[in-house]
């Protein structure tokens, strides 16, 4: 990048708001996601969407490749600078700028973490209910640009059903604005789904228009044990042919239950092949009618043990066991690849014991958990060095397999985590030559000069 480009990134932002030195580009050369990294050449904290638009027109002008960032805690190295250029993170513009209950809406600037804007709701008794993992630090923008979902994903969607209008800047400097305050919008192409789940390849999301619910009056949980996944698998179709939409059905397998075991002490059951955490939320009555069906259908499908939290400590000590899952695996190995993949929610079991026998023919360690409802799994592969490269290489030999099998059961080589650089080599086999190739002309039509997340969808 040369000497004109960085002065005018610094007269944009102004200097306190730039920095290219090696130590400060250092923590912007990574992501969430293991193995991947890159310098960026700067980096820029914008702080409002003049600002957005005058980097955009600027490196649109000279060629520089620019990449979002909320808080790069995306698994896909999404956010890695593959080409260089700036790296635009749009931490400050953090401000929730209304709550609507009357409209059942809040207006948020993409920086705002997504859990400021659970809090934010749930002042006015409202719900924001998309809930990654990782919703105390990711933002808004990294949650619509990735259609982020979570742990409530059966019951209440994922990210795209919760936009209802952008403000985006598009690569040339140009400010969109996409849809609105209304729940019912058909005019035109829908180019607010379009932009939600692209990955920061299409344009910059400066704000969000987004669908709040009531909240629940009251939630409640349970977990059962099978000896074995299939079983699990079972008590899955049965819970969801009894009429139940749980707010949680979430599966650990084995060695998932030992290593949170090991790792947070819960007392769970070290006997069983498997474990559902299941729940959900409404009225009272409602919410222990759903509990009990659940609970019933565990039972027929031979679970070993059920048992309901009696309060709300109790409740949050279950799902503790869900959310710790990767924190506890991560202590297994120095190196934990965390990847995505979805069935159809009958072939969970199917997919399970495919894992198993691709992890034990390729010679890795391989732990499954995910969200049983969304037939959404993510194994987890635990390497003891990053620098053995033989295990990296039986690890990427296993995921390869592993995603060739989702495709082959119906499935998707990721549910929610995105693309990004780490899928893209993958995603020819799921959408084929002539659907990768319409998406090059989607992107070529936002951004001709090929300068947003160069290297990512699209390219
Ligand atoms: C422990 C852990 C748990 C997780 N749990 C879940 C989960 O349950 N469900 C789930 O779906 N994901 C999960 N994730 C993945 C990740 O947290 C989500 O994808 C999250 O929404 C990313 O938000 P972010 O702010 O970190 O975005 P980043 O990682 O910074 O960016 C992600 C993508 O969004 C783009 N982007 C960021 N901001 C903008 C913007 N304003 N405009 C345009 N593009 C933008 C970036 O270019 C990049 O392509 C988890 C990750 C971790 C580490």
């Known amino acids: 990048m040369h000497a004109p480009v960085r002065a005018a990134l610094k007269s944009i932002v102004g200097s306190a708001h730039y920095r290219d030195s090696d130590g400060d580009l250092v ?11 890159a310098r960026p050449e700067a980096v820029v904290f914008p702080a409002d969407t003049g600002e957005v638009s005058a980097i955009l027109s600027l490196a649109t002008r000279h060629g520089v490749p620019v990449i979002a960032r909320g808080a790069g805690t995306n698994l896909c190295a999404a956010t890695v600078a593959l080409r260089g250029g700036i790296v635009m993170a ?9 709550v609507a209950p009357a409209e059942l809406l809040a207006r948020v600037q993409p920086g705002v973490t997504s859990s400021a804007l659970a809090d934010a709701a749930t002042d006015h008794d409202l719900l924001w209910a998309p809930d990654p993992g990782s919703r105390t630090a990711a933002t808004i923008g990294g949650t619509i640009a990735t259609n982020a979902g979570g742990l409530r994903g059966l019951k209440y969607g994922v990210t ?21 305050r209304l729940h019912k919008d058909v005019a035109g192409y829908d180019l607010t789904r379009l932009l939600t ?4 390849t299409l344009a910059v999301v400066t704000e969000a228009t987004l669908a709040l619910r009531p909240a629940p009056q009251t939630s409640g949980t349970g977990v059962a044990y099978f000896s074995d996944l299939a079983a699990a698998g079972r008590a899955v179709t049965a819970i969801i042919s009894s009429g139940v939409l749980p707010a949680t059905l979430e599966f650990l397998d084995r060695s998932c239950i030992e290593a949170v075991e090991a790792f947070a002490g819960l007392g769970l059951r070290l006997d069983a092949g498997a474990l ?16 009990a069906r659940m609970s019933d259908a565990c039972a027929a499908q031979g679970a070993l043990e059920i048992t309901r939290a009696a309060h709300i400590a109790e409740a949050e000590a279950l799902l503790a ?14 190196l934990t690849i965390l990847e995505d993949a979805t069935v159809p929610r009958p072939r969970i079991a199917e997919m399970v014991e495919r894992i198993e026998v691709i992890a034990d023919h390729c010679g890795v360690t391989i732990a499954t958990f995910g969200h049983a409802g969304d037939g959404n ?19 990427e030999q296993a995921f390869k397999e592993i995603f060739n099998a989702a495709i082959e059961l119906g499935g998707t080589i990721t549910g929610e ?5 780490a899928k893209l080599p993958y995603l020819p086999a799921q959408l084929g030559s002539d659907q990768i190739a319409l998406l090059r002309r989607v992107k070529n039509a936002f951004d001709p000069a090929g300068i947003l997340n160069p290297g990512k969808l699209g390219s």
């Not at 923590?27 to 990294?37: E, I, K, M, Q, V």
């Open 27 to 37: 923590p912007f050369s990574r992501d969430a996601t293991p193995l991947f990294s």
């Open 90 to 98: 749009l931490t400050r513009l953090n401000r929730i700028l209304e």
């Open 160 to 180: 795209r059903d919760y936009v209802l209008g952008l403000e985006a800047v598009l690569p040339t400097g140009e400010v969109l604005r996409t849809g609105g």
């Open 197 to 200: 789940g692209s990955e920061g």
């Open 276 to 291: 559902l955490l299941f729940g959900d939320d409404g009225e009272p009555d409602a919410v222990t009618q759903a509990l």
């Open 321 to 334: 066991a869900r959310r710790c899952a990767l924190p506890a695996l991560s202590r297994l190995g120095a």
């Open 377 to 395: 799994l993510h194994p987890t592969c635990v390497v003891g060095s990053p620098d053995d490269t033989d295990a990296l290489a039986h690890a």
């Open 417 to 421: 985590h995105g693309v990004g650089a």
